[in-house]
Each structure stands twice: as structure tokens, then as C-alpha cells.
């Protein structure tokens, strides 16, 4: 007998469904996996196996083919156990066929018969509902996952034998109730309010989150860098639910989803050490899964002690960071993962940190120096906005019990900026701009969008025009540096670039670093 049971495969981050068929043959008592399984979907013959006699039930003395079509699509991971189990056991002639009608199964299968935790469930479930299907059987720790897609019945899995009894009409398995954001808690972050003095970095950062600009922190040890960047997702614009799925279906598929949350609805902070790979970094291996940048998605990436890591794993951010995408080409094929995140770096201003600090002198020579701030390079540097000095903070300020101003405060003017550009880029949107390049804050902006919307009047283009010849700008440099101006003046609520806001902006180029 023939039974077919319908899975799922994660390629990407997308889901392409899988058909699992089983077939009952003569010859000797043995089961074959076809239809390009790797070394994990080839083990699940035993654990099937030893499975189905743990939970009680007839594992079938008969010659079992497993097919897992197309064939064209690699198969990996243990998700396609239970399945299998149940493919096995209507072949036996053990359970309906119809029983799985409309039903999407996926699962790993202990070999006491109880159903493990699957990776990428959320993309599993939506591709289940696009496709049409009106059910999908999951395990019980997953399940939360799934019931984030609406019209969708989520039946949680614990055991292989439950799920037979279901099926088999014995008992029942009570669906999930779906899920909405507003019954899950949000976790609360580094406040604004207990960072002590560093109000110029904390105004820097406040522009940084309100443009979506990148921007680098430079200042000796224990100047509060490193807490300062925690602070960040705190300020950013809240996720909308669709930009909370899209980042809970990159950290599911990555299979670095907490247990107890079922979507993300904080802004991602990653904080790599400077050790990582590039393949680590950008994404990477055989079969290609998301990396730091993908998993740094609507939220924040963070690098710490900048100049340490490796020439070529700072190089290969510069593309992601133009265009908001990677994309990892194989033999078999080509990978695109998300990649809009916002870069906020750390970094000394020499080796032993104390470059230019007023109380504690500097050991390192001149040449030492240069030689360590060189090993950003330019191009990597001209890509971010804002250039930050970060002192040491003062006795005084550090004793002050009084609490600064509070990261829901600076949220609410951020969002009231962000909205501000919204409307503007909304309202001059032609469809082909918008299909080929979509401008959601200032950082996004292109040369025909900074012309049109960053002029200036006669005194910031006196005022531009000597920044340029001063400070050597770039061109590249020059369209910053307004767009950064066009931030600050949608934090004031202005409709024009002003002198101020343009003073501003220049403030935040690199002046004392050795690359200038």
C-alpha cells in the first residue's frame, strides 16, 4: 500500500512543502530513504523504527521505500521523523489514509516515541497556510511558534502514540489557540536614564537612531561604550508585527528562537566577538544559514573593539551595508538573506587605549597609532555617519543620583522623526522608485532623494562650502553629512535644513583620528 504525508522543507528562509511517500513492497524487512536525504533524514530509519515499537505499535516486517519528493530539493535535519512514522504506519494498513488529509507534519521523533523540538517552524507554518492546508500537526514545545500564523489549526504533537490515537479517533489533541502580540511580554532593556554623564554621546546616538545612520564610539576603556550601544534597541522605533515575524522567522530557521518566546518583539542587538569568521559574520557553511548580520536584522549590530577584527571580515559588510541583503552563492545555488541592520562600533583610539586622554598619558608610539587605526579602511569608514569621542566620565557625574532622561522619552521623538520621513518619502514615491529601491528612513536616501529634500538656504551653502574645502570632504561625505542634517532637523520638527542643524551634522565627522 502507498501513504502519502505531507512535510516540510526550510530552504533560505523560505518553506517549500515536501511530499512523504511510503510504500510497502516484497523482500526482506528493511527501509530506504530516497529523494537526496542528508546524513540526518538517512538516521531517521532507526529512530522511526525503535519508535514505533516504543509507543506500543506494529512497525511492518515488509521491504518500506520512503520517497521525499521533489528530489530536487535537499533534504536535511530530523523534521521529516514523524512523518515518516506516520507514513509507515498507514502503509501497515494501521491508520486511515484520509486521516492526514489537509495536514502538514513535521517533527523528530525520540526513541521513546516523544516528538523533539523542529527548527523553522514559523516558515513551515506559513508556507503551510499559503499552500493551503488547513492543519499542521507540530511538536508541543513548538507550537506557540506556529499559532503566530493566523487562520491556521496548530495541533501541538507531545508523542508519536498520541498522535496516533487522534488520528485514529481514539483521542483527541486540543488545537493551540492562535496568538496575538499584545499577550506576550516585551522585555525590558538598557535604560537611557542609568547611563551616567555622556550626554553628547547619548544626543548621537538619539540622531543615529532616528536617521537609521551607522556611527562609531571612540574613547578610552571603561568610558561606557560598550553600555551605551545596549542602549540602543531602547530608543529605536517599536517593530510593527510584520517586521517582529520577519525577524522570529530568521531566528527560527537559524534555530536560535528562546523556548519560552515564540516572537521577537524587541529590536535584535548582536555583539559578535572580534574572533568571528566571515562566514560567521555575513552568513555561510555548505548548506547556507543566516549570519550575524541576518540575525542583527531591524536591530542593531554591534563591534566591539573594531580594529581587531580581520581585514576581510570587516570587508564584507560594505556590500550588505548598501544594500540591506547578502547573498551566498554555492554550486547548488545562490542564498539571499535579509541584512538591514544598523552598525554601531566601538573602538579605542590606540592600542592601550589612552590616546589623547587628559589623565592617564598614552605608552604607545606614533607610528603604533597610526598603524592601529589603520586597519579600518577608508571605504569602510566613509560608510559610516557619525564619528563619536567618548571621554572618560567625571567623578562627579558617576555619584549623581539623579537619573537622566528615559529611554521611553527619546523613543517617542525618535519615532515622531522617523514618522516625519515616512510621510515625506510616502508622499514623493513613484511606483518605480518604490519597486526598486524602497527609502524607509534618511539613511536610505539616494543622491536624486538627497538633492530633493536636503537643500540648503544661502548660509548652510556658505557654511557647507567651507566644511568642504576645510575638512577634505568626499562626495560620498558631502551627501552624509546632509542627510545627517535632514535627521537632526526632523528631530526639531523642522521642515528646512537650518544652520544649526547642519553645525551639527559636521560635528560628528572624524577629527582627531589618525585617518581624518
Do not use: W
Not at 521491504?63 to 519528493?69: G, K, M, Q, S, W
Not at 573593539?305 to 556590500?319: K, S, T
Request: charge should be neutral; proline fraction near 8%.
Amino acid at each position: 500500500m502507498l501513504a502519502k504525508v505531507h512535510s516540510c522543507a526550510v530552504i533560505g528562509l523560505e518553506g517549500v512543502i515536501v511530499e512523504v511517500e511510503v510504500d510497502t513492497g516484497q523482500g526482506l524487512p528493511y527501509m530506504v530513504i530516497v529523494g537526496l536525504p542528508d546524513a540526518a533524514v538517512q538516521e531517521s530509519r532507526e529512530r522511526v523504527q525503535t519508535a514505533i515499537k516504543n509507543a506500543g505499535l506494529f512497525f511492518p516486517r515488509h521491504r518500506l521505500t520512503v520517497n521525499l519528493a521533489p528530489a530536487s530539493v535537499r533534504k536535511e535535519g530530523p523534521a521529516y521523523d514523524l512523518p515518516i512514522a506516520l507514513g509507515v504506519l498507514i502503509a501497515a494498513g494501521q491508520l486511515p489514509l484520509e486521516s492526514v488529509e489537509g495536514a502538514l507534519v513535521v517533527g523528530e521523533l525520540s526513541l521513546d516515541g516523544s516528538v523533539r523540538h523542529t527548527r523553522g517552524v514559523l516558515p513551515m507554518a506559513a508556507v503551510a497556510r499559503q499552500e493551503g492546508y488547513t492543519r499542521i500537526f507540530v511538536p508541543e514545545v513548538d507550537a506557540a511558534e506556529a499559532a503566530l500564523i493566523p487562520d491556521l489549526e496548530v495541533i501541538p504533537v507531545p508523542s508519536l502514540v498520541s498522535l496516533y490515537s487522534h488520528l485514529a479517533g481514539v483521542s483527541s489533541l486540543p488545537p493551540r489557540p492562535p496568538i496575538t502580540p499584545d499577550e506576550l511580554p516585551v522585555i525590558t532593556q538598557t535604560d537611557f536614564r542609568e547611563i551616567k554623564g555622556q550626554e553628547h554621546v547619548k544626543r548621537a546616538l538619539e540622531v543615529a537612531a532616528a536617521g537609521g545612520h551607522n556611527m562609531l564610539m571612540v574613547g578610552p576603556p571603561g568610558a561606557g561604550k560598550t553600555l551605551l550601544a545596549r542602549a540602543m534597541p531602547g530608543i529605536l522605533p517599536r517593530m510593527s508585527i510584520d517586521e517582529a515575524l520577519d525577524v522570529t522567522r530568521i531566528y527560527s530557521v537559524a534555530d536560535q528562537l528562546p523556548p519560552d518566546t515564540p516572537l521577537i518583539q524587541n529590536r535584535p542587538f548582536r555583539a559578535p566577538h572580534h574572533t568571528i569568521s566571515h562566514a560567521g559574520l555575513v552568513g555561510g557553511g555548505n548548506q547556507p544559514h543566516p549570519g550575524e548580520i541576518s540575525l542583527a536584522h531591524r536591530g542593531v549590530l554591534f563591534l566591539d573593539e573594531l580594529p581587531e577584527f580581520g581585514m576581510r571580515v570587516l570587508e564584507v559588510m560594505r556590500q550588505p551595508m548598501e544594500d540591506k541583503v547578502v547573498t551566498i552563492s554555492r554550486a547548488q545555488g545562490s542564498l539571499t538573506f535579509p541584512a538591514n541592520f544598523q552598525l554601531i562600533a566601538a573602538m579605542n583610539p590606540c592600542p592601550c587605549g589612552y590616546y589623547g586622554d587628559p589623565v592617564k598619558a598614552c605608552t604607545c608610539s606614533s607610528g603604533t597609532v597610526t598603524k592601529y587605526q589603520k586597519r579600518i579602511s577608508g571605504p569602510l569608514l566613509d560608510r559610516i555617519d557619525i564619528h563619536i569621542e567618548v571621554p572618560r566620565v567625571a567623578y562627579e557625574k558617576l555619584s549623581d543620583q539623579r537619573l537622566g532622561e528615559s529611554s521611553e522619552a527619546i523613543q517617542k521623538r525618535v519615532e515622531a522623526a522617523r514618522q516625519r520621513q515616512r510621510e515625506r518619502f510616502n508622499s514623493n514615491a513613484t511606483h518605480l522608485q518604490s519597486a526598486l529601491h524602497f527609502v524607509a528612513c534618511n539613511a536610505d536616501m539616494r543622491p536624486a532623494e538627497v538633492r530633493k529634500f536636503c537643500e540648503l538656504d544661502d548660509t548652510g551653502l556658505s557654511l557647507m562650502k567651507t566644511a568642504m574645502s576645510q575638512l577634505q570632504l568626499s562626495a560620498r561625505a558631502y551627501h552624509r553629512i546632509l542627510k545627517l542634517a535632514r535627521t537632526i532637523a526632523d528631530l526639531a520638527g523642522s521642515d528646512s535644513i537650518g544652520p544649526s542643524h547642519l553645525a551639527e551634522a559636521l560635528q560628528y565627522r572624524p577629527k582627531s583620528m589618525a585617518m581624518g
